[in-house]
Each structure stands twice: as structure tokens, then as C-alpha cells.
């Protein structure tokens, strides 16, 4: 569209000043939809045959910290109805989904046709990216201990890695009897040992020195830890604010309006 780039409308004002006609907003698409479609062909049948082979993420997970995360489809999700595959889950970058409890009822190797419902515990496996990327889809929320519970916003909201150090005081304890959360303003999402997940729930786990924790948390946690013994290493993963889909309703029934607004003359893009 005429509004697609910065550039566009440059353009545009400059084709007035010589005094010819201004652009629609849509003249661009003549041009821009079928360069849209000889570059998906050219993507689609060519690009496999360009890129490097790249190892596994089995092989790629060999060196790396493996977490065990539990997400929950939130009451009013999105998600509810609707089949693994159509609510992304199946091909997930950093991860994979293991099993579904649903009640009493634990559904392990789920197919990508199951349907999901409102309540459902879904498990993954995967890097401490996976927590990042199941952030990221609308209907998701962390199942146990999530940072909702320690009343922070969207946009203070990061994820963490932390090693536990000798001084930590909760070592030898379990989750819920050191009070994590409370004391360090802070929600583990989960823990991994020795480089491989602990399986159960967080809350039940005992904790030892080295173990790597993925916490969700706010951006004042790293700055205010990082140079105490209570941890090791405090690690923030970088873009891990979750996106905020409240307002996307209000977002895209602006975009609309003002697209409309351009085409039926009411507006000018300049």
C-alpha cells in the first residue's frame, strides 16, 4: 500500500509538487503483489536448495540447558476449539509439547489433531527459548507460580536464568518452603540439572547448588541480583517481554478505519 513504507509517501509528495496526480493508496499493490508472488515461488522452490544443512535440535539441545515448562489454556483463550496444529504447537522452534492433562486424564504423544480446551496443562520440552516462545502466543499463560501473581505489567515482565550458588538459603529445601516468589519477587517457571530438566512439579523440587532456574520476573530483578551470592549467574534472555493482545482488537480496527478512511477520500496520508 501507498502508507507500506516511508518512502512510498515521499515519493508520493514528490510526483504532487511536479503536478501530477497523487497515488491511491492501492496503485503500489500493481507493482508490490506480484513481486509478492514471484518472491514466495522463488522462496517455496528455490531456498531449499540455497541453504546449509543445519544440525538437529536434538543435537542442538546436546549442550544445552533443557528445560520442562507447563503452560495453561487460560479460561477465554483463544485456543480453546481449536487443534494443535491450528494453534501453532506443533512446530515450535525451541521446543516440543510431551503431553496434555486435562482433569484427571493425562494424554501423552498427542497427535496435531486433538482439540484444546479451556483448563488444559500442556508440558513441554525444550531451551530456555521455548518459555520465551510459548510467551509470545495469545491464550498462554504460565501454569504454575507466573509472574501474574506478583502484579507486574506486560512490559515489565522478562525471563531469567539464575544459577544457585553455595549461599543461596533455600539449598537442600523445596521450592515452596523456601518461598521464592515472596522473597525474591520472582516466579520459576522451571529448573534443569546438570543440563537436563527436573521432571514434577516446581513447587516439590528440592533444590541443590548449580541448579539453573528460569525465572519470570521483573527487569529490576537482574540489576538488583546479579552481584549477590545468593546466585551465581543472572542471565536475562533478551526480547522475552510477552506481547500485551488486549489492545489488538482496538489496533486493528484503527488500521482498518484509517486504510478506509484513505480509500472513500475522507483522509489524506500526508
Excluded at 523456601?178 to 529448573?191: D, H, K, N, P, V
Aim: glycine share 10%.
Amino acid at each position: 500500500t501507498l502508507i507500506g513504507t516511508s518512502t512510498n509517501l515521499v515519493v508520493d509528495g514528490l510526483v504532487q509538487e511536479k503536478g501530477l496526480p497523487a497515488f491511491g493508496i492501492f496503485d503500489v499493490a500493481w507493482v508490490g503483489v506480484p513481486v509478492l508472488l514471484g518472491g514466495a515461488a522463488f522462496m517455496l522452490l528455490i531456498s531449499r536448495f540455497l541453504l546449509p544443512n543445519r544440525a538437529s535440535m536434538a543435537s542442538q539441545w546436546e549442550d544445552a540447558r533443557e528445560y520442562h515448562v507447563e503452560m495453561l489454556v487460560a479460561k477465554g483463550s483463544p485456543l480453546a476449539g481449536r487443534t494443535i496444529q491450528d494453534a501453532g504447537l506443533r512446530n515450535l522452534t525451541h521446543g516440543f509439547l510431551t503431553d496434555i492433562q486435562r482433569d484427571e486424564r493425562l494424554f501423552t504423544a498427542v497427535g496435531p489433531e486433538m482439540t484444546l480446551q479451556e483448563g488444559d496443562l500442556l508440558a513441554f520440552v525444550g531451551v530456555p527459548e521455548c518459555a520465551r516462545e510459548l510467551q509470545r502466543i495469545n491464550g498462554l499463560q504460565a501454569a504454575h507460580g507466573g509472574a501474574h501473581k506478583l502484579g507486574l505489567n506486560n512490559h515489565q515482565r522478562h525471563l531469567v536464568e539464575v544459577v544457585l550458588s553455595p549461599e543461596f538459603p533455600g539449598i537442600g529445601r523445596s521450592v515452596k518452603e523456601t518461598g521464592f516468589r515472596t522473597r525474591y519477587q520472582a516466579a520459576i517457571l522451571s529448573i534443569s540439572r546438570n543440563g537436563k530438566r527436573v521432571p514434577g512439579k516446581v513447587g516439590e523440587q528440592s533444590l541443590k547448588v548449580g541448579d539453573t532456574l528460569l525465572l519470570e520476573t521483573s527487569q529490576q530483578f537482574v540489576e538488583q541480583y546479579q552481584y549477590r551470592r545468593d546466585f551465581m549467574l543472572v542471565s536475562p534472555l533478551k526480547d522475552s517481554t510477552p506481547p500485551d493482545f488486549r489492545r489488538a482488537p482496538l489496533a486493528v480496527a484503527v488500521l482498518v478505519a484509517m486504510v478506509m478512511a484513505n480509500v472513500l477520500g475522507l483522509a489524506s496520508t500526508l
